[in-house]
Nanobody, 121 residues
Framework: QLQIVESGGGLVQPGGSLRLSCTALNLRYYYIGWFRQAPGKEREGVSY????????HYGDSVKGRFTISRENARDTVYLQMNNLKVEDTAVYYC????????????????WGQGTQVTVSS
């Protein structure tokens, strides 16, 4: 079991930026996905990254604006969010899987508790 902790959420104006962090002991050995869930919507896959960091993928709604990366020496994965839109407002979750990565939340083994991102003027 992993105890995953997300941080970095907050309130930002449209067009602004935030960087989310995801940490856990031995996180370096897992595929990591970022997901989000807005009020009244289903949980949506945002991005994922391989354990080595060599492979990344993004959902269409964030492609070109968000960047996923990892610093395995610190067991940390980041989600850099630029040019934020009101539609990005959601609770953002970090999830880990031992063998694969997808944008489907049902495939992941371990989840953090989420961090709130609010984009508002």
């Amino acid at each position: 079991q992993l105890q995953i902790v997300e941080s970095g959420g907050g309130l930002v104006q449209p067009g602004g930026s935030l960087r989310l962090s995801c940490t856990a002991l031995n996180l370096r050995y897992y595929y990591i996905g970022w997901f989000r869930q807005a009020p009244g919507k289903e949980r949506e896959g945002v991005s994922y990254i391989s354990s080595s960091g060599g492979s990344t993928h993004y959902g269409d709604s964030v492609k070109g604006r968000f960047t996923i990366s990892r610093e395995n020496a610190r067991d940390t994965v980041y989600l850099q969010m630029n040019n934020l839109k009101v539609e990005d407002t959601a609770v953002y979750y970090c999830a880990a899987d031992s063998v694969y990565g997808t944008l489907s939340p049902k495939e992941y083994d371990y989840w953090g508790q989420g961090t709130q991102v609010t984009v508002s003027s």
